[in-house]
């Protein structure tokens, strides 16, 4: 896996219209952000959120749950989880041809 699929990949997921075709669930954008994370800093050695900040705790809990992972694991991961959505949505063909030729 390339970094160059991955940071297409990125453009994409942050490109990605609401109310398009493909609908990363809650849980996709969390796989999303921890692998990103993963991918762009290793692993997380921020102080976790306070109790009143739910997004941030489930974002902090989502990257910490990747620890280890190396950045070229994260980059196939993420790019994994991407095409998997993709395929699923009508229309995606040109968003996967553009990471396959990254």
Same mark, same amino acid.
């Given at each position: 896996?390339?970094? *160059? ?5 990125? @453009? ?5 219209? !609401? +109310?398009?075709?493909? !609908? ?6 969390? /796989? ?6 993963? @991918?762009?800093?290793? +692993?997380?050695?921020? $102080? ?9 705790? *489930?974002k902090w809990d989502?990257?910490?749950?990747? !620890?280890?992972?190396?950045?070229? +694991? @994260?980059? &196939?991961? /993420?790019? &994994? ?5 993709? *395929?699923? &949505?009508?229309?995606?063909? $040109? ?5 396959? *030729? @990254?």
């Amino acid at each position: 896996m390339s970094e *160059a699929k991955f940071e297409k990949a990125v @453009a994409i997921v942050q490109g990605l219209p !609401k +109310d398009g075709p493909v !609908k990363p669930s809650q849980d996709d954008q969390l /796989y999303f952000y921890s692998y990103f994370k993963q @991918a762009k800093f290793g +692993d997380n050695t921020t $102080a976790r959120p306070g109790m009143l900040d739910f997004v941030g705790k *489930a974002k902090w809990d989502a990257w910490t749950n990747v !620890k280890g992972t190396s950045k070229e +694991d @994260a980059w &196939a991961k /993420y790019v &994994a989880k991407l095409l998997e959505l993709l *395929a699923k &949505a009508p229309g995606q063909e $040109a968003h996967i041809a553009e990471i396959e *030729a @990254a």
